[in-house]
């Protein structure tokens, strides 16, 4: 797969560096646009169901069973009063706090002006409510509660293929500059070349290894499964391996793209401070830092696909 996608990147900018290898040329102005906010955003809505709804729902209505649904970790599908569920993932000794990424990435998502993260807010449910086993690797709070992410419970998702290798030839090739998107693919190819940005951002390592891109009922990519992201240090191997599925679009959603070059660390630190646990929030200064470092990569990779092409080639959407 790595052969096949390199073939379509153009040769200006294969990549060492993030950034295209020619000439010096004066940059255009970034288009303008305001900087994310942190305030709550009472219109917001996902799956039809107002955010605000659903946070209030998965961080504090009554746990009436649950179910082990994990594989290589512990994620439990909590079934809660009022018909909003909520996958659970604790802080645990193999995983230790990696929970706060799914936070973190939903927090992300909020100030990219997206909807494709199911909502997350941290969550401690008493031992006696769990009823885990013995040997579990949760790691209990002293007050014997368990500490982890609420995510939203999708009611219904879909497996989308688009991480099959026949998918992945196909959107890649409508995701290269100048080339067309089928109109009636124009959708899907803005959900996959926004998915790839949103995990460059994140550096998320672990979107592509297998049934992580599924779709809602209405066919929409839902952008789950984010405790890969914000790994710190965040090693050249890391960074590598970010590179290589960024690289798989030269098409953007210019909003997005405005959104990202608005991120400042102050304007992160609050939005991670909307969640309910200040005492430890959903990324620390250093992963903060690593964030704002990836989004400027991100902005010389477009930039130097912007000498290269036009505006229209390039902001699609």
Do not use: C
Request: glycine letters at 6%.
């Amino acid at each position: 797969m790595r052969r096949s996608f390199a073939r379509w990147l153009a040769p200006a900018i294969v990549l060492g560096p993030l950034v295209a290898q020619t000439q010096p040329t004066p940059q255009r102005p970034p288009p303008p646009g305001p900087p994310p906010s942190a305030e709550v955003d009472d219109h917001r809505a996902f799956g039809g169901l107002p955010e605000a709804r659903i946070l209030e729902a998965i961080h504090g209505a009554r746990v009436l069973g649950r179910n082990n649904v994990g594989s290589t970790s512990v994620n439990l599908h909590l079934h809660l009063e009022g018909g909003i569920d909520a996958s659970f993932k604790p802080r645990t000794t193999t995983h230790g706090d990696k929970y706060r990424a799914e936070i973190a990435a939903y927090r992300l998502n909020r100030m990219l002006g997206l909807t494709r993260v199911p909502p997350a807010i941290t969550r401690s449910v008493p031992r006696s409510i769990l009823r885990l086993a013995p040997d579990s690797p949760a790691v209990y709070d002293r007050d014997n509660t368990l500490r982890g992410a609420a995510i939203y419970w999708v009611p219904v998702l879909r497996p989308s293929r688009v991480d099959e290798p026949a998918e992945q030839e196909r959107w890649g090739r409508w995701l290269r500059a100048g080339h067309a998107v089928p109109p009636d693919q124009s959708v899907r190819a803005e959900e996959i070349s926004t998915l790839l940005v949103f995990d460059f951002l994140t550096g998320n390592w672990d979107r592509w290894s297998g049934a992580n891109v599924p779709m809602d009922a209405q066919g929409h990519l839902i952008y789950r499964d984010n405790n890969g992201a914000f790994d710190e240090p965040f090693v050249d191997g890391l960074l590598q391996r970010s590179r290589f599925w960024l690289q798989h679009t030269q098409q953007f959603n210019r909003s997005v793209i405005t959104r990202a070059r608005g991120l400042t660390e102050a304007s992160v630190r609050a939005e991670m401070a909307l969640d309910p646990e200040h005492n430890a929030p959903p990324l620390t200064s250093g992963q903060i830092r690593s964030l704002l470092r990836r989004r400027d990569l991100l902005l010389e990779y477009v930039e130097g696909l912007r000498r290269h092409h036009s505006d229209a080639d390039v902001y699609r959407w």
